[in-house]
């Protein structure tokens, strides 16, 4: 049976990018993940038939998904790491349909954080739908899909979610329990001179280049022999930046931001010494009453927790 598609008049099937490895359909083609499905355990075997299917009831629905998480930075850049979940990511007028999809199909499904993430379980197992990041400043876009590149997934021809929108929506995930900044190396030791640096220095824009430039240094701590991953120029646009913005006089509102990057870490600031919580204004449908389940590795269970408070 041929592999589904994204019909020509969807965004998935748009503005083909070069590659040395083009598909006939004009997109990059990656190397894929291809995991030993013998040495995986009964219950593993069965978790990969809960997200093989999902991703099967969503091609064939049309709600293209691009695979995110472990799978896609697998295909980036070589390196698996096991996982429990499979991150889907699509624009969020398609979760809609993408929930119906799945629970027609048997799946329950729930609107975890309207800011940027729905579930849909099979018993255990469960698929993050993912469109934008926990912060709502990385929203997912046409530019994702018509950047995606494709591989093979769990069996199937998928999407992959593009190196440069990995690297900006993981740039914000630091949490105590979870940092991505690893990650972000990992896709800079292996795709940083295939990257599209313009488009990358345009997602964080005026607003998050100091995000950027932070992220970049420690990749050069972590990997001294590969800074030229890194184009220099981009390094002294950035640092050329930061220079002239020292030359400025500090704003006068108290506003923390730190927010953005941990939805804990900054709450005395925010909730006792009167700090701006920077989520207020910068945060796409930001309200500060949504609240969704967090699970601590080193406690290994879950506790609800309220954004803000």
Same mark, same amino acid.
């Given at each position: ?16 990018? =070069? ?11 990656? /190397? ?15 978790? #990969?038939?809960?997200? #093989? ?8 629905r ?53 800011? @940027? ?5 099979? /018993? ?15 929203v997912?876009?046409?530019? @994702?899909?018509?950047?995606?590149p ?8 998928? $999407?992959?979610? =593009?190196?440069?929108?990995?690297? @900006? ?20 030791r ?12 345009? #997602? ?6 100091e995000?950027?430039?932070?992220? $970049? ?64 204004t ?10 969704? =389940?967090?699970?601590? =590795?080193?406690? /290994? ?6 954004r /803000?408070?």
């Open positions: 049976m041929a592999l589904p598609v994204a019909p020509p008049d969807h965004p998935a099937a748009l503005a083909p990018i =070069p590659s040395l490895f083009a598909l006939p359909c004009g997109r990059p083609h990656l /190397g894929g993940v291809h995991v030993a499905t013998e040495r995986l355990s009964p219950e593993d075997r069965e978790e #990969r038939e809960a997200h #093989r299917e999902a991703l099967r009831i969503l091609q064939e049309g709600v293209e998904p691009m695979v995110g998480g472990a799978y896609a930075l697998k295909t980036h850049t070589g390196i698996w790491r096991d996982t429990k979940d499979l991150d889907l990511f699509l624009r969020k007028d398609r979760v809609t349909d993408a929930l119906e999809a799945l629970a027609e199909a048997g799946y329950r499904t729930e609107m975890t954080d309207p800011i @940027w993430i729905a579930k849909a379980f099979a /018993g255990p197992y469960f698929i993050d739908l993912i469109f934008s990041s926990g912060n709502g400043i990385a997912v876009d046409e530019h @994702w899909l018509r950047r995606a494709r591989a093979p997934v769990l069996g199937r021809e998928a $999407l992959i979610v =593009p190196a440069e929108e990995m690297i @900006w929506q993981k740039a914000f995930i630091q949490e105590r329990e979870r940092f991505d900044g690893a990650d972000i190396h990992h896709l800079l292996f795709r940083g001179k295939k990257l599209d640096w313009e488009h990358l220095l345009s #997602r964080f824009g005026d607003r998050y280049w995000l950027l430039l932070v992220h $970049l240094i420690t990749f050069r701590f972590a990997f001294p022999a590969e800074k030229e991953q890194v184009p220099e120029s981009v390094m002294r646009g950035l640092i050329r930046r930061l220079e002239l913005r020292e030359e400025q006089p500090a704003g006068s509102e108290r506003i923390c931001r730190g927010t953005l990057l941990s939805r804990q870490q900054y709450l005395h600031e925010t909730n006792v010494e009167g700090y701006r919580d920077a989520r207020e910068e945060s796409l449908g930001w309200t500060g009453d949504q609240t969704y =389940p967090v699970k601590y =590795p080193e406690q /290994g269970k879950e506790d609800a927790h309220r /803000g408070r």
